[in-house]
């Protein structure tokens, strides 16, 4: 893995950066692509659930979805 990447994303209107692994990025947006969204409407539903801080967050739910793709 490489170093992490702290890119700008809009929240309710809120402007934060979130930190993440360029294999984090690719798989969440493929994961968007897949669902017919944005990257960024992604990050608002994930932000919507979540109990940590928003970087793991999405790193949780995007092993979760690729945990699920290989149990199908």
């Not at 960024?40 to 793709?69: H, K, M, P, W, Y």
């Amino acid at each position: 893995m490489t170093d992490p990447v702290k890119r700008s994303v809009v929240i309710a209107g809120h402007r934060t950066s979130v930190s993440l692994e360029p294999e984090f990025w690719d798989a969440l947006k493929a994961i968007a692509a897949r669902r017919g969204v944005s990257a960024g409407r992604l990050i608002e539903e994930i932000d919507a659930g979540r109990t940590r801080n928003l970087s793991s967050a999405i790193r949780v739910f995007v092993l979760t979805e690729l945990q699920a793709r290989l149990d199908r």
